[in-house]
């Protein structure tokens, strides 16, 4: 067994999956609403990264979400019409923030 001296990260940072032609850009504000809960989560878009589905890593989608390329793009696809005629994804990396105040 490999010893590594690093533990879990605990990060501010998150990414979430949008159609590929979504307009966003880095430095934008994000306000993200978890569906099964209506919980809001705030942020600021750190990075972009737009690719065909049939480029997405897995080992992203595994460390990211807990399930392979072809599964995330199934169940995005179930739950959010809009994926379902985009061949590519477009993955948001997200600095969580405060509710912006105004």
């Known amino acids: 067994m490999a010893l590594i001296n690093q533990g879990k990260p605990v990060s501010s940072y998150f990414p979430v999956a949008q159609p590929g032609n979504t307009p966003v850009t880095i430095g934008e504000t994000i306000q993200c609403r978890h569906p099964s809960t209506c919980v809001i989560t705030y942020g600021i878009c750190t990075h972009t990264f737009t690719m065909l589905w049939a480029n997405v890593p897995d080992s992203f989608c595994l460390h990211s979400y807990g399930r392979n ?22 993955f948001l990396l997200i600095k969580e923030t405060e509710k912006p105040s105004g």
């Open 69 to 90: 390329a072809i599964q995330l793009k199934n169940a995005l696809e179930s739950s959010f019409p809009e994926f379902k005629h985009s061949h590519s994804v477009k």
